[in-house]
């Protein structure tokens, strides 16, 4: 089965790899939208872990129902995940606007920062549930 | 390079003031970008002044989240 990891991986592997003879610009919205994907799915998988929340990939709100529900969860990340989103958004639809470098590196390091803060938001919501039973 | 589609005038307006509400802010925007998103304009600010740490990061969502409430305007601020 596909895990949101293994998007990161490739993500990764156009990022560090070998890429030269391709279109700059395309490859850098390549790797954002890869990145994006990456970090929601990861994130879903990690919600259903935690309680009844289930994705429903059929419809396009599975967006702004995982960054809601992280919102809750864990606030900071859950504006990070919405600032990746754009920024997904941006890559790829708006050709006619100029993708830069800084819009990689930044989506590059909100996708660090947001499986970081949700892995330790996480646990200290399951630390607290589970001292509640 | 793809071409950049000028502004129209409403829109012209709208990005001087996010330039000055982040003027305002204390950030220095080197680029602004429009967009047009299914829920309306989007301006992508490059601002200069903030590095892109955490820290760094929590600062620009709060003025994200400011912009978007008390003016309702969607920007997304990039440090470069």
């Known amino acids: 089965m596909t895990k949101g990891k293994h998007f990161l991986k490739i993500a990764k592997k156009l990022t560090v790899g070998d890429c030269e003879k391709l279109p700059t610009e395309a490859l850098r919205r390549t790797i954002v939208n890869r990145i994006y994907y990456g970090v929601l799915h990861t994130v879903a998988e990690e919600l259903e872990k935690i309680d009844k929340f289930k994705r429903k990939r059929e419809t396009p709100k599975i967006h702004s129902i995982v960054i809601g529900r992280l919102k809750t969860i864990c606030p900071s990340a859950g504006d990070w995940l919405e600032k990746l989103h754009e920024l997904r958004k941006k890559a790829d639809y708006d050709l006619n606007i100029p993708f830069k470098k800084e819009d990689l590196k930044t989506s590059l390091f909100l996708a660090e920062l947001i499986l970081k803060e949700v892995n330790l938001c996480l646990s200290k919501y399951r630390w607290k549930t589970k001292k509640r039973k | ?80």
């Open chain 2, 1 to 80: 390079m793809p071409i950049k589609i000028p502004l129209e005038n409403e829109e012209k307006e709208i990005a001087k003031k996010v330039r000055k509400l982040l003027f305002k802010k204390g950030l220095k925007v080197k680029d602004l970008q429009t967009a047009l998103h299914e829920d309306g304009l989007v301006f992508f600010a490059y601002i200069s002044g903030i590095p892109l740490s955490k820290k760094g990061l929590k600062r620009l969502s709060a003025i994200e989240k400011e912009l978007k409430s008390k003016e309702n305007l969607k920007v997304v601020i990039i440090p470069s």
